[in-house]
């Protein structure tokens, strides 16, 4: 339990181009959470994450091909 | 970016008290309301949580004059160099005397139901190298770490929950037939375990949206008392008053009483979970010692202080000889400590108030 | 920095580990039930009898049995790892037995007492008092459903829990109750069964009752099968129960049987003249199985008839089980917490004890019912 404590303190101090390694979970952002534990499909995907898409938070509608799809 | 690195969020410093405070008090707080308080124990819990309620007002009523100043600082600005520190000295021992405490009594727990032949010094390397570990690494990374461990907590409070075919309401009838005066002998006990959030003090300019530090924080006190008073019913309708006060640590005996269909022992798997909460008071005590230190020598040099400061620690978790001095210990940091604190609180608020000083009347100038 | 951690990690998982402390089940003497018995040649002693699966290829037998004389059950313990050659283990412990003459002698408590201390037993084991028997002749005998005895035990006391015919009371329970003011322990009873002999029985056992405990853990009634559902209806323990009854109807006695959906009791507690009166109100929803009655049921008035002559079958033998527990001053139904609850100044555990023997009883039963059975006329 201790090593496992003393891993996830590792973890919680990792970032990656400033983001902390352990977003969304810890700092908590639960409206992430699409993209964490399972992958959301990308239609239902309406923003950006929080942290590194700040002003621009809403993706654009109609965006998404079909899958396959080849014109 | 959207918050600075350097900050802690709402939800992070709740985490932090949450994980502060709940800690070994709550093994033990069966017990110790029940002598004073018989039945209305948990009305003494509750009168305990309100009485932290109004001091953690009396620490944001004197943080809110220094937004960015720490303790050390604020002692310093307030009280003069020397004084200052002799007042920063104390509270950074008090912080590690806590640390101590917590850990001596999880450490404990373990020697006496689960791993009884391991030497105590194995436990308390292992804790404070973690403890250390995470106090290193800044104040971020330790909010970061005590969300994910509040998370963890909700899991080990179902658990928690799995001696209730028990559950016997009579025993906790009639209510307040103790009287006031018991009531009130049971909450000065019950101090000790809502110790914590006085890091609050240290903490403060770390945090993000102080606007609503104090909604934060009484919010997580409501919720610790909720949590702590709610342990205390369920373990006077399981064990029934009488056999709560023939036990040594009442919690433990009630968890017992549990059941899940892949363990046969509740309690250890509580213990394994609750490793992650001493570790979490441990630390913030820790951090809150040694950052103060840091802030003394200028904000500089904190990670040699976190270093350093272990054998304190280490020390004060080993000193007690017996299980009666440990609590002996946890009866003098209760009181003490809490006085301490309070004391010191009350003294800069006056001090600051007579002499005029505002951090936030100098920006206006 | 980074090579001391990983130094310092590598160095805690093989020293902190505990590789060499593993415990194999293959190595083990897991107790799974004992038995404890009063020694005739010496009073202080007491005789721990122990049954565990040996869970190995080579041993001769499924299980082995042991008997052991100690002075104290930690003594016990130690006498039986003695004989071993395996680490006996007692966290898995499910039933723990008593003969009967260790119950009434005081024997059942001191040991009772012992457990609570000893950190590994589990407070969730079984307690049993066996009658006619010694509780090594329940621990060693061959029972026919099952080879291994305590797996036997555990399940004859869990699908009965299960199905209403004995109350789940657990070492916590006796723990709580004797210590708690105003309630004494319960304990089932059971029985060996068997063809054969009195002596030679070792087919099974069946559960013959309760067994009423006084404050100080000492046996001082029994109450049989039936005498248990009532108790059980007082307590609140309806879980599943059926129960079986005669009934005056007509001038004849009636064979009944009946579930019982769900049972509430009100307690109120009185002082007069310093004597303890309780009153006691019972209503019951009942689910008649089938009576011995020919008549056709669904004729106006039948179904009050068969809730009168309930009420009045509840009402005089939930007594008589009350009026058998204030003989014995044991106080197992609980009466003494409401008493505690509505007079906290003049309830004292010591005194209760007297009390409980001269405090005036009523109970007032009201009794519904469902339906009677599925056939319109039951005895056609």
């Given at each position: 339990m201790i090593a496992w404590l003393a891993i996830l303190a590792h973890l919680c101090n990792l970032q990656s181009f400033g983001v902390p390694y352990m977003s969304p979970l810890a700092p908590l952002r639960v409206s992430d959470f699409g993209d964490y534990i399972y992958r959301k499909s990308m239609r239902w995907m309406r923003s950006r994450p929080g942290l590194t898409a700040e002003k621009n938070i809403v993706r654009q509608r109609g965006v998404e091909e079909k899958r396959h799809g080849r014109q | 970016m959207a918050a600075n690195k350097f900050e802690l969020t709402d939800y992070q410093w709740f985490a932090v008290i949450v994980c502060a405070v709940l800690g070994a008090g709550i093994t033990i707080l069966p017990r110790t309301v029940a002598i004073s308080a018989g039945r209305d124990g948990w009305l003494s819990i509750i009168l305990a949580g309100a009485g932290a309620c109004l001091f953690a007002l009396l620490l944001w009523l004197l943080c809110r004059k220094f937004p960015t100043k720490t303790l050390p600082e604020i002692s310093v600005a307030v009280l003069g160099r020397l004084l200052g520190t002799a007042v920063s000295v104390l509270y950074i021992l008090y912080a590690f005397v806590l640390a101590g405490a917590i850990m001596r009594v999880f450490v404990e727990i373990i020697d006496t139901w689960v791993l009884i032949w391991t030497p105590d010094y194995v436990f308390y390397l292992l804790l404070l190298g973690v403890t250390v570990y995470v106090a290193r690494m800044g104040a971020t990374t330790l909010a970061r770490l005590m969300e994910i461990i509040t998370l963890l907590t909700v899991v080990v409070f179902l658990i928690w929950l799995t001696p209730l075919g028990e559950f016997n309401s009579l025993h906790l009838l009639p209510v307040g037939a103790e009287g006031v005066v018991a009531i009130a002998e049971g909450a000065l006990e019950a101090f000790f375990s809502f110790l914590g959030f006085e890091a609050l003090l240290v903490f403060y300019p770390l945090i993000a949206n102080q606007q609503k530090v104090l909604k934060v924080t009484l919010i997580a006190l409501v919720f610790i008392t909720l949590l702590y008073a709610g342990n205390v019913i369920l373990t006077f309708g399981v064990l029934g008053v009488e056999h709560t006060m023939l036990q040594k640590w009442p919690v433990i005996s009630y968890l017992r009483v549990g059941s899940l269909p892949f363990a046969r022992r509740v309690d250890t798997v509580v213990l394994f979970f609750w490793t992650a909460q001493i570790m979490g008071g441990a630390a913030v005590q820790y951090f809150a010692g040694t950052y103060s230190l840091a802030v003394l020598t200028g904000r500089r040099f904190h990670d040699i202080w976190t270093l350093v400061c272990w054998p304190a620690v280490f020390l004060v978790a080993a000193a007690p000889q017996s299980l009666g001095q440990v609590f002996k210990v946890v009866d003098l940091v209760g009181r003490w400590g809490g006085a301490l604190v309070l004391g010191i609180v009350l003294l800069l608020l006056a001090v600051a108030q007579v002499r005029g000083l505002d951090e936030r009347g100098e920006s206006a100038k | 920095?980074?090579?001391?951690?990983?130094?310092?990690?590598?160095?805690?998982?093989?020293?902190?580990?505990?590789?060499?402390?593993?415990?194999?089940?293959?190595?083990?003497?897991?107790?799974?039930?004992?038995?404890?018995?009063?020694?005739?040649?010496?009073?202080?002693?007491?005789?721990?009898?122990?049954?565990?699966?040996?869970?190995?290829?080579?041993?001769?037998?499924?299980?082995?049995?042991?008997?052991?004389?100690?002075?104290?059950?930690?003594?016990?313990?130690?006498?039986?790892?003695?004989?071993?050659?395996?680490?006996?283990?007692?966290?898995?412990?499910?039933?723990?037995?008593?003969?009967?003459?260790?119950?009434?002698?005081?024997?059942?408590?001191?040991?009772?007492?012992?457990?609570?201390?000893?950190?590994?037993?589990?407070?969730?084991?079984?307690?049993?008092?066996?009658?006619?028997?010694?509780?090594?002749?329940?621990?060693?005998?061959?029972?026919?459903?099952?080879?291994?005895?305590?797996?036997?035990?555990?399940?004859?006391?869990?699908?009965?829990?299960?199905?209403?015919?004995?109350?789940?009371?657990?070492?916590?329970?006796?723990?709580?109750?004797?210590?708690?003011?105003?309630?004494?322990?319960?304990?089932?009873?059971?029985?060996?069964?068997?063809?054969?002999?009195?002596?030679?029985?070792?087919?099974?056992?069946?559960?013959?009752?309760?067994?009423?405990?006084?404050?100080?853990?000492?046996?001082?009634?029994?109450?049989?099968?039936?005498?248990?559902?009532?108790?059980?209806?007082?307590?609140?323990?309806?879980?599943?129960?059926?129960?079986?009854?005669?009934?005056?109807?007509?001038?004849?006695?009636?064979?009944?049987?009946?579930?019982?959906?769900?049972?509430?009791?009100?307690?109120?507690?009185?002082?007069?003249?310093?004597?303890?009166?309780?009153?006691?109100?019972?209503?019951?929803?009942?689910?008649?199985?089938?009576?011995?009655?020919?008549?056709?049921?669904?004729?106006?008035?039948?179904?009050?008839?068969?809730?009168?002559?309930?009420?009045?079958?509840?009402?005089?033998?939930?007594?008589?089980?009350?009026?058998?527990?204030?003989?014995w001053g044991t106080d197992i139904v609980g009466l003494g917490q409401h008493m505690r609850i509505k007079y906290p100044r003049w309830f004292k555990d010591e005194r209760w004890r007297q009390e409980y023997r001269n405090a005036h009883i009523t109970l007032e039963v009201k009794v519904k019912v469902r339906r009677v059975g599925t056939l319109i006329r039951p005895q056609y």
């Open positions: - | - | 920095m980074k090579k001391v951690l990983l130094l310092v990690l590598c160095l805690s998982l093989v020293l902190v580990g505990g590789c060499w402390d593993v415990l194999v089940v293959e190595e083990l003497a897991l107790a799974f039930a004992i038995g404890i018995d009063h020694d005739v040649n010496n009073p202080r002693r007491f005789i721990l009898s122990m049954t565990n699966p040996t869970f190995s290829e080579t041993s001769q037998s499924d299980t082995r049995k042991i008997l052991t004389e100690s002075y104290s059950l930690s003594n016990a313990f130690f006498n039986l790892q003695r004989q071993r050659e395996r680490i006996l283990v007692l966290g898995q412990i499910t039933s723990i037995v008593f003969s009967e003459e260790a119950a009434r002698s005081g024997l059942l408590h001191n040991i009772m007492r012992q457990v609570d201390q000893q950190r590994d037993m589990n407070p969730n084991v079984h307690l049993l008092i066996v009658r006619g028997h010694k509780a090594q002749d329940v621990i060693f005998m061959k029972p026919e459903e099952n080879a291994r005895v305590a797996v036997y035990l555990d399940k004859v006391m869990n699908t009965n829990f299960t199905a209403g015919e004995a109350p789940r009371i657990s070492a916590s329970r006796y723990w709580v109750s004797y210590s708690t003011a105003g309630i004494d322990p319960v304990i089932p009873v059971i029985e060996l069964t068997g063809p054969g002999e009195e002596e030679k029985k070792t087919d099974g056992v069946i559960i013959t009752g309760l067994a009423a405990l006084d404050y100080t853990g000492r046996m001082q009634g029994f109450l049989n099968d039936k005498q248990t559902y009532y108790f059980m209806l007082l307590t609140g323990q309806n879980h599943r129960s059926r129960m079986t009854t005669r009934l005056d109807i007509d001038g004849q006695v009636r064979d009944t049987s009946f579930y019982v959906k769900d049972v509430s009791l009100k307690v109120k507690p009185a002082l007069e003249n310093g004597r303890p009166r309780l009153a006691l109100k019972m209503a019951l929803e009942v689910d008649v199985i089938n009576i011995e009655w020919d008549v056709d049921v669904e004729q106006e008035g039948v179904d009050e008839i068969i809730e009168t002559a309930l009420a009045r079958d509840f009402q005089g033998n939930a007594l008589e089980v009350i009026r058998l527990t204030q003989d």
